[in-house]
């Protein structure tokens, strides 16, 4: 039974009742989730499930799952070893599902923020990774980046309150198009009948399954860190918040 990914429609939710559809060895899967999978470059969620009797169940982080037949919405919710969810979670059991908002949160704005970025530096991106406190793109280029002018574009993208929305395109449509995909490390889920784009304005638009804000001035203020020569061919940008 496939996962209903409430996030990919609206990041903004922090919690959903679900009921558990598998337990595995490390964690349960549910029939609905608000927790991201750590994908992307983008890490997984944490938080909690209650139980109809009020009891608290960690979730230290989600994965996506691994067994055969999975689609890239399946999720395995990994539980606090520590706690008392072996004996809690049964196939079947009704929980409430929340995440860690103000950590998730963090998560969506640096990761929109990386799209900005995109826009600023106008290379292919070969690694990614977003945490809530801080994000990093590595670009695969060999030019030198000048740090002031990275920070000035991507300031005057975020000042600019830019919509950001997904859309959705078939498999077919995105192979047509495979300057949509601007990483070279991580390739869409083609496969399952369609594709997220994630679209800021006229901005930006390529495939991304993550989550974001609505909005680029809910990015807040974000300082360019940090860039560095991580190799001959890449060149790595670090935001962190101001
Ligand atoms: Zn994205």
Redesign the pocket.
Known sequence: MTTHALFREDAYLRECDAVVTRVDDDGVELDRTIFYPQG?GQAGDTGVLTTTDGLRLRVIDARKSKRDGTTPDDAVHLMDPSGQWRSQLMVGTPVRAQIDWDRRYRHMRF??A??LLCAVVKELVDGCSITAEYARLDFAMTDLLDKQQVQDGLDALIAASHRVESEWISDDEMQANPQLVKSMSVSPPVGFGRVRL?RVSDIDLQA?G?T?VRNTAEIGAVRVAKIEKKSARTRRVVLEFV
Do not use: D, I
């Open positions: 992307g990761h929109t990386t799209h994630l991304c993550g974001h």
